[in-house]
């Protein structure tokens, strides 16, 4: 075939070229994610709409109030606070329609390595499993039906969500947030109502994604009014806890665990850090009777059956591994410390034994003008004259 016969083809690849999003203020194309389709005819069969999303959240509060209690005695529903499931409740309903409570896709979210959050595990500040059991008591109150399960995407959904710049890997469950419809879970429509008047004066905004809304710390409610202050403010009670202080841990942990880092022989990677992120770790060595001698001979026992980590990434769970591998009963500094008690106390023996000795010999001595001692310095010195005679 001739050059002029030749022609050019478009590689395979050049359709699936993912366009360039707009990052920090930087113009360029924005295409929005994909999203999943709902089939029609899936909401004929679902309970009937909520009247609004305050009135919905005030409705899972009171059948949280008059049901649980009983659901949770015959251990039907799994354990979750009231303030906990309010609080998932409201960040839920926040993704569903407006209008209607439906096209719920909030996603329960995760915890990255880095310690990012996201979804439901990021806005309520709970981990995953938590959520999961608000979500579990919610349907258990028939507040919330499920109408598409979350599935992991198809190839063709995946090739084109990448088209698009998207990296999710599968579809969030489809939801619809309505007022029970159980006969067996009565509605006190008072008690609704009281909660609305209480809670809910200021309206919900909205906060995340598209859907944005007011955190309820900072909402007009009763218990911020007798307070006293601004109905905005935050409350105290709602703030994230801080760690454990150091009066949290045993005396004797953080005691092990300032030895440790002061120990000449110790490694590093455990000086590195302090004593009181080394208390949790050292506590059941310390309330066997451990020293920082044990910590330092457990981890050269370690080192002698396996190669050793000058930089391990999580030292922490690296140190309670090491300590893990010996037996806590019979610190392994303990053998070492009796053989050098041993020698000691032989060397000890020995030196009192030499004194003994030398006091034994002195008290039977002749005084020095005894007439034995004169006849022998005399004999001594006879001696030394006959040889230098010859």
Known sequence: MSSSQKTTTTPPHASLSRPYRRKGGTAGLFVMPLRQE????TYTDTPQCWWSRATWIAHAGAQYEA????????????SVSKKTFLDVMTDMSAGADEKNGRDCRTPVGYVRRN?????????????RRTVQRARALARALSILTEVIPGR?????????SWRRGDRSRGWCSVSVLHESTNPALPVDNSHVQDLLEQENVTPLLRR?????????????TTKNMKKGGATHRKDSSTRPKKGKRAAAFEPRALLLASKCIQHPDM???VKNHGAKSWASVLTKAARAGWDADDVVEAIRDYSLAHSILHRPENPWGYLARIIKSSDL???????????????????IDQQRALRAEWNRRDAHAADPDSAARRAAVAAIAQQLKSRTRR
């Open 67 to 78: 049901h649980y209690p009983t659901l949770r005695a015959a251990r039907l529903v799994p």
């Open 267 to 269: 490694p590093s990677w």
């Open 115 to 127: 310690g990012h959050r996201t979804g439901l595990v990021h806005s309520t500040g709970k981990c």
């Open 329 to 347: 009963q019979c610190p392994p500094a303990r053998a070492l410390k009796a053989h050098e008690a041993a020698m000691d106390k032989r060397r």
């Open 152 to 160: 992991l995407r198809t190839l063709a959904e995946r090739i084109e």
């Open 38 to 41: 709902i089939p029609d005819g």
């Open 208 to 220: 995340r994604g598209k859907h944005f809304f007011l955190p309820r710390e900072l909402l007009t």
